[in-house]
């Protein structure tokens, strides 16, 4: 298990044991201005808030722990996600107030560039795939919640790592799409999906590219979490 990417206040907690083992607590202050802008329509008195929370999930184990329950929801993850960071802060912080700022079901519908935030805590490096890339988790990890907090919780440090792909000789990513949507520079996102709309793609309800990917193989979601997933984005250019 790495510690890494797991902040003080949340280390080798629950919050861990159910697969959110990414965190980063930020000064709310530092955060460049046109990030946290969004939050201003729901949240006037930012002033009030001391830090950001970033967290997110590396690896197969959010999926593994989410409950039968929660897959029947229509927002299986996200709910999950959101639950068991409340259950935290009641457990551990009462007197701490928080504001969920990803992800949100109500108006108004905000958007926060959470690969921006990753790229400040250090968890993200572009890759030609457009998903970041770390050398622990590879490719496999999102984000999943965005909080302010009024706690003074202590500040979390950038992790330092080398983008993994400038050492990668063999480009399989690029060498295994099947529509030829990716090269070093570029990813053609319209090639990609008119590709997976096909009904007989291979890549319909996966990412042959992102599979191909040998940075951090072992944290790969298994092929039922990469179909959840998958049919998703795919749902999402049918409609
Ligand atoms: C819009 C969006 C999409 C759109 C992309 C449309 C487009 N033309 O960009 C759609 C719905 C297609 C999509 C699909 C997926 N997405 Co998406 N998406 C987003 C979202 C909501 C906003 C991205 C954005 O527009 N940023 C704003 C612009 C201004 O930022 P930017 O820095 O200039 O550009 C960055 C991104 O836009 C990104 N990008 C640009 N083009 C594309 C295309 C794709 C397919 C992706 C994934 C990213 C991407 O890379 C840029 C450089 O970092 C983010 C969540 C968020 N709120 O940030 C998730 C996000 C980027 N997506 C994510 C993922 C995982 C996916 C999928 C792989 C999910 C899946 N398993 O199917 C698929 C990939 C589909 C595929 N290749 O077949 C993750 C990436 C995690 C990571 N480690 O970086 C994010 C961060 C969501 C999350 N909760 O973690 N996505």
Redesign the pocket.
Known sequence: MTLLYQAEPFKQSSMVTAGLNMHHVFNLDEIPASLIEPAQSIEHSLDRYSNLILI?HGGPTLWQQLPASYRKKQHPIDEFSQDQFCQFMQQHYPSVNFKVL??RYVAPQL??????F??LAG??H??P?????NDT?G??????LLVITNGDLPVTAPVKSVKPCIQCQLKPCITHCPAA?ITEHE?E?TS??NF?KHPQSH?SDR?LA?MACPVASTERYSLEQ?QY??????Q??LE
């Open positions: 997110g990803y992800p958007h926060f560039n959470l690969q921006a990753g790229r968890w993200h572009d890759s795939l457009k998903v970041g890339i988790y490719t496999w990890f999102a984000y999943r949507a990813y996102l990609c999906f997976r890549c990412c992102r990469i997933h998958y049919q998703l984005s795919r999402h250019f």
